[in-house]
């Protein structure tokens, strides 16, 4: 049991996962709002043993070694990588720091995003329709950059409503291959696509000016990561050198605020992720890491 667990900001627990919380700590407390800076990062940690976070915090060396008491911080986010994590992995490894990062929760919502998104410009739903006449799913020539479980989804999906679609990863996908979804290069890939999906994992960086023209025009491109898949000011000299559009749910998947005030970007901004049973899934993941955590050390659950 911890002596003190603490969510430094919303980390979209159920009310059930939230009182849950307190068979696993002798002190719980949640705040409601994002703090601002590391001091109010460090002042709301304190003496606790225990961190929880969302992804739009981040934890780093100067805070860890100003709360020495942590031992554990669960992120309440997606963790692919130490690199792209907002948690200093390294540090806490260093330091016997255990953190425990959740992922594939909110993806059935992207894809009924995407969707949702694609047929809106296919068909012309209260936005400029893309052809001169509306076109179906049915044949149209489909792009996914990283095949994780979002793209491969997003892939499926848009294969079972008839579309020719094709994949680029930095490793073979087979079991996709087998389904009739082909691999190509980057490059070609881009080339050969009318719409193109990024989902990439967090501070991936794909699509430069070089891509972009091999993108060419008359492209849609939607980014479906949690940030950005390329180099704002070359999507910029995209969408002003032809007939493009770009498409994403956040602001932090656009990379730029200047970009949310052009004519051809196009963005909800409301994570497509952020559903309710999104949260279902976030909350169970995060409990169980938390059990998981607390067994391993020989540390008692009421």
């Not at 002042?43 to 860890?64: E, H, K, M, N």
């Not at 091999?214 to 939607?222: D, T």
């Not at 704002?232 to 002003?240: G, I, R, S």
Request: net charge negative.
């Amino acid at each position: 049991m911890f002596e003190k667990l603490v969510a430094i900001e919303p980390v979209s627990l159920v009310e059930e996962a939230e009182k849950e919380l307190f068979r696993y700590a002798k002190q719980v407390v949640m705040y409601e709002d994002i703090p601002c800076d590391d001091e109010e990062i460090i002042r709301r940690i304190g003496d606790a043993d225990g961190v929880l976070l969302s992804y739009t915090s981040r934890i780093s060396q100067f805070v860890f070694e100003r709360c020495p008491n942590i031992k554990y911080v669960g992120m309440c986010c997606s963790l692919y990588s130490k690199e792209s994590a907002n948690v200093d992995i390294a540090y806490a490894e260093q330091h016997g720091i255990t953190v425990m990062g959740i992922r594939d929760y909110g993806d059935v919502g992207v894809v009924e995003y995407a969707i949702c998104e694609l047929v809106r410009f296919l068909h012309g739903y209260d936005r400029p329709m893309w052809k001169d006449m509306p076109v179906e799913i049915t044949g149209l020539k489909v792009g996914i950059v990283g095949m994780g479980v979002s793209g491969g989804m997003i892939a499926n999906a848009l294969k079972f409503l008839g579309a020719d679609v094709s994949y680029y990863s930095r490793s073979r996908k087979p079991q996709y291959e087998e389904n009739g979804i082909g691999y190509h290069p980057l490059g070609e890939l881009l080339e050969s696509s009318e719409v193109v999906f990024t989902c990439l994992n967090k501070n991936v960086i794909l699509l430069r000016e070089e891509e972009f023209e091999k993108m060419g025009n008359g492209k849609i491109l939607f980014n479906t990561s949690i940030g950005p898949a390329f180099e704002p000011e070359d999507l910029k000299k995209w969408l002003n050198s032809g007939d493009n559009r770009f498409v994403c749910d956040t602001a932090g998947a656009a990379g730029d605020g200047e970009l949310m005030k052009h004519p051809m970007v196009f963005c909800v901004n409301a994570s497509a992720g952020r559903t309710r049973q999104a949260f279902g899934i976030l909350s169970e993941k995060v409990l169980d890491n938390i059990r998981r955590f607390l067994e391993n050390s020989k540390i008692s659950i009421v």
